[in-house]
Nanobody, 123 residues
Framework: QVQLVESGGGLVQPGGSLRLSCAAS????????IGWFRQAPGEEREGVSC????????YYADSVKGRFTISRDNAKNTVYLQMNSLKPEDTAVYYC????????????????WGQGTQVTVSS
């Protein structure tokens, strides 16, 4: 069955870095877009970044442009999110989702989700 498993979250000081991983199974990663989303307590899930299935095109929310980088390794069935210069407002549970085509930052365009990994940015 389709599974997405996030890992790599943790506690980091402001200005620090983390790399999140999204390991996919049960489907061929090459054919799908993958998106990273986050949800803070009391907030709606918001799109952070996505990478397309075809040309590897990437998209970022304005709040993370220049700090986060998404990449994919189809051979390992894994998508990564490198997060640098982290800020306290980046604190949230981060989820990856399976999408289609060019990808989207809208959660409604995704059909499967992982369980999430907690990222806490605090001194």
């Amino acid at each position: 069955q389709v599974q997405l498993v996030e890992s790599g979250g943790g506690l980091v000081q402001p200005g620090g870095s983390l790399r999140l991983s999204c390991a996919a199974s049960g489907f061929t990663l090459d054919y799908y877009a993958i998106g990273w989303f986050r949800q803070a307590p009391g907030e709606e899930r918001e799109g952070v970044s996505c990478i397309s299935s075809s040309d590897g095109g990437t998209y970022y929310a304005d709040s993370v442009k220049g700090r986060f980088t998404i990449s994919r390794d189809n051979a390992k069935n894994t998508v990564y999110l490198q997060m640098n210069s982290l800020k306290p407002e980046d604190t949230a549970v981060y989820y990856c989702g399976r999408g289609y085509g060019l990808g989207s930052l809208s959660p409604g365009e995704y059909d499967y989700w992982g369980q999430g990994t907690q990222v806490t940015v605090s001194s």
